[in-house]
């Protein structure tokens, strides 16, 4: 089936059987493991999974229990397109050799922040460069948080982690978030997309066209995480819409390095006088909580300004501008 | 008895010798990175692979990283792999070396012997797959071309087991072994396949509480390579070393099960006794080095010197009763180190050498060489030297040096 024929209803969801089950030991409000049970609902077949070292990894496998309905392999924190790359190996020869009792299987790769952006990077990088086919998610919760919330490449300007810590003399992280999506459509990559679990029907039809791709496919998926941002549990979901909202996360395609916006941030630029301040969403998250003093007015003023330059970025790349 | 096989007579560098086993050993997928002494390896595969001469996925990899990773990935998913690195590539891969023997995966790696950096130097020793000595890894050392080919090709078996199921590399010295040409005899591709057989796998308990072939099979979902703690973590690395205990009697029966095809075989399979019956000194030492100190054997016997030689083919899991049993009546012995273990009381192998003889009485003496250290070339008359200081300590009955630098400036 195609993703043009697909539609999935709120129904066909809740009918399809679980791949990431309940009882792992994810925390109240883990947006990353709504991402990881919505995607696996998106799947199509048989399909592998591998994770990098991670909260999701720690969550789902504790031995002798896991969460996974799927074949799943976890073996370091740098590795998982390299265990993708593997694996769709090991299935393409075993094909050609008559092993494989499968018509097909997909690969998913599911990393962090760290695991992506950082020192997953190279694997990545080397991954989609050779074309294996395969679809790499990264649920971006926007630092180091299985290791106690140290900052990574994908934790945004002015946030306080461990290693970034709002100080008398640093207000937290000084450098901006990685234009990570950008730099693999940079790899000439056929299927590259971001995505917010609020909307998850676009999610998961981005899950099953990134499937679909012969060839490499990145999703970069926004996963609030409560526990790091010092955010409330219940409003997790909220944030990954205020995100979108603010384009602090616009949600956009890019198909064989075409870019496109996609519905809920085509709207917002449809109709520029929608865009939320970046303050809406910054409010209530402990980690933007030392912005509002005074004092570092200026870096509030980082954030939207930075904030407005990467949208009107992506707005010409998306052939689209916006009236101010 | 089988009768030995029809084979071909070959020109083969080190490097060759193990592409071509590994090019007959019907390998699926192979993850291969460059690196000096062990290019000419991933070169050759790659021909191959050019010429549609296997059937075998070549993943060109961006680091030695990412090749072991995916050659455990592949092996996870039901794939024979094989892989190959040296020096600074093999040190890459410290982390994953753990990974791949943690999760069981049968990986079979050639490693082209070479030194560690700094200063950079691409010559031959040990100190690459020393370090890596406790990486649950099975570590054999070939002495010649001829050996490197023939060891490959066991490697897989060995590796395979299901008694074993842990990931094997083979070492050749670099440059000695790796770029010098040899005659190595091959066996013709069928008489190779039959031997390495089909991958078989043990059948576990899944998470439903049935039975399933281990590895990732849609069929029979299995969670590899999990989070084990306080609880669990242990018992894992207890059937690691069951392995590897299990693999000494594996070793010696694909030994000699592939004597029977080939007509060679390497002492038993762990250690290669020469002229040790009635020896009274005798040294110990790993790889191409044997084959010099052979000739010195041979001289000296004619001297009427009773010296012998004990070659350590298997490093790990390290021979224990079969080296102490070789090295009985033997007084006085030299252990070969052709790595340096910085601070410690003398290199890697001489530590397990002294360590297994304290129970023994009376023991032999047991003294120290570090030799060949980037490359550095160790002459037959400084190989002789070694066993003048044997006969010395055996008449002197004193141990003036127990560990000793060979060929270098002081």
């Not at chain 1, 693999?184 to 917010?196: D, L, Q, R």
């Not at chain 2, 040409?181 to 078989?200: H, I, P, S, Y």
């Not at chain 2, 059948?203 to 084990?228: Q, R, S």
């Amino acid at each position: 089936m195609t993703t043009q024929e697909w539609k999935f209803t709120t129904k066909d969801i809740a009918e399809k059987p679980d791949l990431f089950l309940s009882g792992h030991r994810a925390c109240a409000g883990c947006a990353p493991a709504t991402v990881l049970r919505l995607i696996m609902k998106a799947t199509r077949g048989p399909t592998i999974v591998t994770e990098s070292t991670g909260c999701m990894e720690v969550v789902s496998s504790i031995y002798p229990y896991t969460s996974w309905a799927t074949p799943w392999l976890h073996t370091a924190f740098e590795t998982a397109a390299s265990n993708a790359s593997g694996i769709e190996a090991a299935l393409k020869i075993m094909k050609k050799k008559g092993r494989l009792k499968q018509e097909h299987v997909d690969v998913i790769a599911f990393a962090g922040d760290g695991g992506t952006y950082d020192i997953g990077i190279q694997a990545l990088s080397g991954a989609v460069e050779r074309g294996h086919d395969f679809l790499f998610v990264l649920y971006d919760n926007e630092a180091y948080m299985n290791t106690g919330i140290q900052r990574s490449g994908g934790t945004p300007h002015g946030a306080a982690t461990t290693t970034s810590p709002a100080g008398t003399a640093i207000p937290g992280k000084l450098e901006y978030k990685k234009p990570i999506a950008e730099i693999m459509v940079a790899h000439e990559m056929p299927y590259v997309a971001t995505a917010s679990p609020y909307y998850w029907r676009d999610l998961i039809t981005k899950v099953r066209k990134g499937l679909e791709v012969n060839g490499p496919a990145f999703l970069h998926v926004f996963a609030p995480c409560p526990r790091g941002w010092r955010s409330d549990p219940a409003r997790s979901i909220e944030y990954a819409k205020l995100a979108v909202e603010t384009c602090v996360f616009p949600v956009w395609e890019a198909v064989n390095g075409v870019h496109q916006l996609s519905t809920p941030s085509k709207l917002l630029a449809l109709a520029p006088q929608k865009k939320k301040p970046v303050t809406d969403y910054l409010k209530g998250q402990g980690r933007f909580r030392h912005l509002f003093k005074p004092q570092n007015k200026k870096m509030l003023e980082e954030v939207q300004s930075m904030t407005d330059e990467r949208w009107q970025r992506l707005l010409a790349k998306c052939g689209m501008t916006q009236k101010s | 008895m089988k009768s030995v096989v029809k084979q071909e007579r070959m020109a083969l560098s080190g490097d060759e010798a193990v592409a071509y086993a590994a090019k007959q050993s019907d390998v699926d997928v192979v993850a291969a990175y460059p690196i000096t002494p062990q290019t000419i390896i991933v070169e050759k595969f790659s021909e191959y692979v050019a010429n549609g001469e296997v059937e075998t996925e070549f993943v060109c990899v961006e680091s030695e990283h990412s090749a072991l990773t995916a050659c455990l990935a592949a092996s996870a998913t039901g794939a024979r792999t094989f892989t190959a690195t040296a020096s600074a590539g093999l040190a890459l891969m410290h982390e994953m070396l753990f990974v791949t023997s943690g999760c069981r995966a049968p990986v079979v790696m050639a490693i082209a012997n070479r030194a560690l950096s700094a200063p950079i130097n691409i010559h031959g020793d040990h100190s690459d797959s020393m370090a890596q000595r406790d990486s649950g890894w099975i570590q054999m050392y070939a002495e010649n071309a001829q050996e490197v080919y023939d060891s490959i090709i066991q490697a897989f078996r060995i590796a395979e087991d299901l008694n074993v199921l842990l990931p094997v590399m083979v070492g050749l010295d670099g440059f000695t072994l790796s770029h010098t040409l040899e005659n190595v005899e091959a066996l013709t591709d069928d008489v190779v396949k039959q031997f390495v057989g089909t991958r078989q796998f043990p059948d576990v308990l899944t998470h439903e509480g049935t039975t399933a072939p281990f590895k990732l099979d849609p069929e029979n979902p299995m969670t590899i390579g999990p989070l084990a703690l306080q609880n669990y973590y242990f018992e894992f690395k207890r059937q690691q070393e069951e392995a590897m205990a299990n693999s000494l009697s594996v070793i010696q029966k694909v030994n000699s099960e592939y004597a029977e095809i080939s007509g060679r075989s390497y002492g038993n399979g762990l250690i290669e006794a020469y002229c040790l019956e009635d020896a009274e000194v005798a040294a110990v030492c790993l790889g191409s080095t044997a084959g010099t100190m052979k000739t010195i054997v041979d001289g000296l016997r004619q001297e009427g010197i009773k010296a012998g030689l004990l070659r350590l083919r298997t490093f790990r899991p390290l021979p224990v009763e079969e080296i102490r049993s070789a090295l009985g009546n033997v007084k006085a012995v030299a252990v070969m180190d052709r790595c340096i273990s910085f601070g410690g009381n003398g290199g890697p192998v001489f530590h397990e050498m002294r360590h297994m003889f304290y129970d023994v009485n009376p023991h032999p003496y047991v003294v120290n060489y570090i030799y060949g250290l980037g490359g550095r070339d160790t002459s037959p008359t400084e190989l002789r030297s070694i066993y003048e200081d044997l006969q010395r300590i055996l008449k002197t009955r004193r141990v003036e040096t127990p560990i000793q630098y060979l060929g270098l400036r002081e």
